[in-house]
């Protein structure tokens, strides 16, 4: 951990233009929630509580925001070739990488756990622990997509179109035609441990919970140390 | 006294064009048919060719599928035709159901016409012609829609062609097909005008690619929970308004309202006169304010 990288890569990370496409997803967010609250008039059901939760919540607002974080604070300096700036300075760079993970996962707990609690509240109050279970499935899905989108965007060229393929064509459009997809998809380990987590929901979640908590930390550590490789196998001089 | 000719100490054989010039219209013809060999990837490397040709590809194949069940299905009784072939008779669900195919398409193809030549100072080379700030965009986005439209309508003519020789209803064929066939001309030009103005304003391909999908793949799924969640409530002036911000929904909404024809999904309600008018005019919003932005963007950007 070091306090300048962690500062540095707030800064490089709210700094810009795109720090408003993270802070719009929170918002819609909560802004459907209260729609929803106000066309059903107060008395929203727990199924159409968790669509929304699982469907704007974990199949778009959490890819968007760890795609952006992921994106800004991994892969461009990495594209860009300025990361040789920060691996010239006495830092560690297991510490390089730890304080910038922080930063992502940070954002991802700002940007849509906290939002997904809110908008759980909002529709169901505190019953059949709705709102703890967009928590929780807003947490696992952001961990798993930050090591996914980490592991992909250090191993190919133009790394945000690959994550963005990845989003659109392998979990929201190959999962819904194959069900196997489900062991390697970030957003049916999220949308498990909602339905396990609720009280209310009577679906037969696509994986068990432990093997999404696995699963995702499985990715989580696959990305972490793939860019740590990159990092690590980066020389300064010329060959 | 000498005329200037002979006071000229070198002449090194500068001669001026004393061909026919072309008019502007020629300039423009010449950018359309680049423009639109460039959306394919034809006239460029071998890389940029495989998006392009990969979802004109994925594009056809539902409606090939279908193609070869119709004609496979000639000796099944007429009911039993009617029922299998219930889906096509709604075509405009064709681009509603490949949206996704359709924004990939517009997003990828729609930097290379309106980000690159900002990002790279090119854009001094076509104004150097006698070529109009504004033709240039209107060219650059006729080339855009035509794409969009051949990728969308092609499979749409092979499904009708499937409809006409399975011995269905013509004459309602024929309507429902020319009706969405409207419908995918303004969903074109909609589409190349936003995806044209993101392209311009980012002016990097990677970022506009990203900002485009994600607008119209973000906006869908606004609109589609929106939807879903009013259904069932039954209030469907909420759910038409929601309709409005994305273009799939929108121009769905407006050719069942013109052409009175049933929507892709029951969750977006058949409009009644009046909000076909609303539909109109949200519609023309769609498409005059993003070319004005685009074609201001532009200007700004090549008058240094």
């Known amino acids: 951990m070091s306090l300048p990288i962690l500062r540095l890569g707030l800064r490089s990370l709210f700094g810009r233009a795109r720090v408003w496409l993270m802070v719009a997803m929170p918002v819609i967010l909560v802004a459907l929630a209260v729609v929803i609250r106000q066309a059903n008039s107060g008395d929203v059901t727990a199924n159409t509580a968790e669509q929304l939760l699982r469907n704007f919540g974990i199949g778009v607002a959490v890819p968007v925001v760890a795609l952006v974080a992921t994106t800004t604070l991994i892969n461009s300096e990495f594209d860009d070739g300025s990361i040789i700036y920060l691996l010239t300075k006495p830092v560690s760079r297991v510490s390089i990488i730890a304080s910038k993970a922080i930063v992502t996962l940070g954002a991802g707990v700002v940007f849509t756990a906290l939002p997904m609690l809110v908008a759980g509240l909002i529709l169901r109050g505190t019953d059949d622990r709705m709102a703890l279970a967009g928590l929780v499935g807003a947490l696992i899905a952001t961990v798993a997509y930050v090591g996914v989108f980490t592991a992909l965007a250090t191993t190919m060229k133009r790394s945000i179109i690959g994550c963005l393929l990845f989003w659109l064509i392998w979990e929201s459009t190959l999962a819904s035609l194959f069900s196997p997809v489900k062991w390697l998809s970030p957003r049916a380990w999220g949308t498990s441990a909602i339905q396990h987590i609720s009280t209310a929901i009577d679906d037969n979640p696509p994986v068990s919970i432990w093997y999404a908590v696995a699963a995702t930390l499985v990715a989580l550590v696959l990305g972490i140390v793939l860019a740590g490789q990159r990092l690590a196998s980066m020389t300064i001089s010329e060959e | ?304």
């Open chain 2, 1 to 304: 006294m000498s005329t200037p000719r002979q006071s000229v100490i070198h002449d090194i054989g500068y001669r001026t064009f004393t061909g026919r010039r072309q008019s502007t219209g020629a300039i423009a013809l010449s950018l359309y048919l680049t423009s639109l060999r460039h959306c394919f990837g034809l006239g460029r490397s071998n890389k940029s060719k495989v998006m392009p040709f990969l979802v004109a590809a994925l594009m056809l194949i539902p409606a090939l599928v279908l193609a070869g069940l119709a004609i496979q299905l000639k000796r099944m009784s007429l009911g039993d035709q009617a029922n299998y072939f219930a889906p096509l008779s709604n075509y405009f669900g064709y681009p509603y159901w490949t949206q996704l195919l359709i924004t990939v398409f517009a997003a990828s193809q729609a930097p290379v016409l309106f980000a690159r030549d900002l990002r790279y100072r090119t854009i001094v080379l076509y104004f150097a012609r006698p070529l109009d700030r504004s033709t240039y965009v209107l060219v650059r986005l006729a080339a855009l829609t035509t794409a969009l439209f051949a990728v969308i309508a092609v499979p749409m003519v092979i499904w009708y062609a499937a409809a006409l020789s399975s011995g269905l209803d013509r004459s309602q064929h024929t309507k429902n097909f020319f009706a969405a066939i409207v419908g995918v001309l303004v969903l074109s030009l909609i589409l190349a005008t936003f995806s044209g103005m993101v392209s311009a304003i980012t002016t990097r391909s990677g970022l506009a690619v990203v900002a485009v999908i994600v607008a119209l793949m973000l906006t869908s799924g606004i609109v589609t929970i929106a939807q879903g969640a009013v259904y069932e409530t039954g209030n469907k002036s909420a759910a038409m308004i929601a309709s409005m911000f994305n273009p799939f929904t929108l121009v769905a909404e407006l050719i069942s309202g013109l052409f009175d024809q049933p929507t892709p999904t029951p969750a977006i309600p058949h409009p009644s006169t009046g909000w076909t008018l609303v539909f109109i005019i949200v519609a023309l919003i769609w498409v005059i304010g993003t070319s004005w932005v685009l074609v201001e963007r532009i200007r700004k950007a090549a008058s240094l």
